[in-house]
């Protein structure tokens, strides 16, 4: 089992940065791939990023490349996701999610674990 908690969200102006962090609990943290996703109010949940348990790997979608960053500190059992040049657009509740798959998985239904969600909002 792994718990996780994200923290680190909150409301900043467009072109401004944020980083979020999610915390995790347990001992095979450092054995998932591990992803951020988000959701806008009526929207689906959009896949962010993602990294695989090595750090030797990560993806994102053209709407975030260049602009967002995920890494991850398997000694201090947490994940990283750096934002920067936000726009409005990237609004949304963003959740970490790990899983035991192997890769670098980017659809929420191959993710097993998934923290609570921390708010971001960009204003314009």
């Known amino acids: 089992q792994v718990q996780l908690v994200e923290s680190g969200g909150g409301l900043v102006q467009a072109g401004g940065s944020l980083r979020l962090s999610c915390a995790a609990s347990?001992?095979?943290?450092?054995?998932?791939?591990m992803g951020w996703f988000r959701q806008a109010p009526g929207k689906e949940r959009e896949f962010v990023s993602a990294?695989?348990?090595?750090?030797?790997?990560?993806y994102y979608p053209n709407s975030v490349k260049g602009r967002f960053t995920i890494s991850r500190d398997n000694a201090k059992n947490t994940l990283y996701l750096q934002m920067n040049s936000l726009k409005p657009e990237d609004t949304g509740v963003y959740y970490c999610?790990?899983?035991?798959?192997?890769?670098?998985?980017?659809?929420?239904?191959?993710?097993?674990?998934w923290g609570q969600g921390t708010q971001v909002t960009v204003s314009s």
């Open positions: 999610a790990g899983t035991a798959r192997l890769g670098i998985p980017t659809k929420s239904g191959e993710y097993d674990y």
């Open positions: 347990g001992r095979t943290f450092s054995s998932y791939a």
């Open positions: 990294i695989n348990w090595s750090s030797d790997s990560t």
